[in-house]
């Protein structure tokens, strides 16, 4: 008979596993992870928004991971 914990949306644990990577070693759980990654999202559509890019370079790998590097780089370390 062990413990049967209920977690309300957003408070489940971060095991780990999940935390390997995190930039941020007080995240402790799904919730404030989601903020985190929310917040560094939006500065990424903040950039977007102030640029004007050509579809060339828009369509391209570079321009693709340059945008996922400024969504995810303040909260994840490289190689996630």
Do not use: C
């Not at 977690?7 to 995240?27: A, R, V």
């Not at 990654?37 to 640029?51: D, K, S, Y």
């Not at 369509?59 to 303040?74: G, L, P, S």
């Amino acid at each position: 008979m062990g413990l049967d914990l209920e977690y309300i949306d957003g408070q489940t644990p971060l095991d780990e596993e999940e935390k390997e990577g995190l930039l941020i070693p007080t995240i402790a759980t799904h919730g404030e992870l989601d903020e985190f990654e929310q917040q560094n999202i939006e500065q990424a559509v903040q950039w977007t928004l102030g640029r004007s890019f050509k579809p060339e370079l828009v369509f391209t790998e570079d321009f693709v991971r340059t945008v996922h590097k400024r969504m995810y780089a303040d909260v994840w370390g490289l190689g996630r």
